[in-house]
C-alpha cells in the first residue's frame, strides 16, 4: 500500500534540535491524521485535520505543532523534544472524518529523542 | 473512561485456527475496526463491525456483540505470514477512535 508516504522513516534528535515529519496522500482524501504509538500502548490520536482545518488537538504538548496546507500533505513540526517523545508516529488518512471512514496509515517515523 | 481490553501476546500453530478478542467499554458505539500491523510497518484495515454477528473475509471472521461489549478476530488455517500485532479499534459518539494496544501474535511452525 504506498496511499500514504511519510518521511523520513527514520529520525535521530537530540533534545534542542528542529526538525519536521511530512506525511502525503495519494488518495484523493479529505481528513488527516497524526497518531502516536508507543510500545505496547494504544495508539495515541494527536491531532485531526479535515478539509484542511484541525478539528481535533488532543492535549499534545505545544512542542508538537502540525500544519496541514493542502488536503494531500500534513506536517508534524517538532522542537525540544523530550525523551518520553520517542515513538513511532503514525499519519493515516481517510475520505472524511466521522461515519464508518476506514483509515489508510502510513508506515510511520521512527523517532529517536 | 474509555477502554479497549485485547490480551498483550498469543501464541499458535501454523496451520490452526487462533480467537484474538476484544472487550469494550465506550460512550456509544458507531462500530469496530480490526487492523493488522506487521512489525515496522503501516497498520492495515482488516475488518469493520457495526451490527452484531459474523463477517467473514476468507480466512478472517470478525464478530461483534454490542450488548457485551465484546468482539473478537478469528484467523484460520494460520499461516507465517499471519505473525503480527492485531489492534482493535472501537468509534465512539463523537466518531472518535479508541484503540486497544494491541494482540501481538506470534505463528510457530
Keep these: 500500500e504506498t496511499g500514504v508516504t511519510q518521511t523520513p522513516r527514520h529520525l535521530v534528535m537530540g533534545m534542542t534540535n528542529k526538525k519536521s515529519l511530512k506525511c502525503e496522500q495519494h488518495l484523493g482524501h479529505n481528513a488527516m491524521y497524526w497518531y502516536k504509538q508507543s510500545a505496547k500502548k494504544p495508539l495515541e490520536l494527536m491531532f485531526v485535520y479535515n478539509f484542511k482545518e484541525q478539528t481535533e488537538n488532543n492535549s499534545v504538548p505545544s512542542r508538537f505543532s502540525p500544519e496541514c496546507p493542502n488536503s494531500s500533505h500534513l506536517f508534524l513540526h517538532l522542537h525540544t523534544l523530550q525523551p518520553e517523545d520517542s515513538a513511532l508516529y503514525l499519519c493515516a488518512s481517510s475520505l472524511k472524518v466521522g461515519d464508518a471512514e476506514t483509515q489508510y496509515f502510513g508506515p510511520g517515523t521512527r523517532l529517536l529523542v | ?109
Excluded at chain 2, 41 to 62: H, I
Design chain 2, 1 to 109: 473512561g474509555q477502554n479497549i481490553d485485547q490480551p498483550t501476546e498469543m501464541t499458535a500453530t501454523e496451520g490452526a485456527i487462533v480467537q484474538i478478542n476484544c472487550t469494550y467499554q465506550t460512550s456509544g458505539f458507531n462500530g469496530l475496526f480490526w487492523y493488522q500491523q506487521h512489525a515496522g510497518e503501516a497498520p492495515t484495515f482488516l475488518s469493520y463491525n457495526v451490527l452484531d454477528g459474523l463477517e467473514e473475509k476468507g480466512r478472517f471472521s470478525s464478530f461483534l456483540s454490542r450488548s457485551k461489549g465484546y468482539s473478537y478476530l478469528l484467523l484460520k488455517e494460520l499461516q507465517m505470514k499471519d505473525s503480527a500485532s492485531y489492534l482493535c479499534a472501537v468509534r465512539d459518539s463523537n466518531y472518535q477512535l479508541i484503540w486497544g494496544a494491541g494482540t501481538k501474535l506470534i505463528i510457530k511452525p
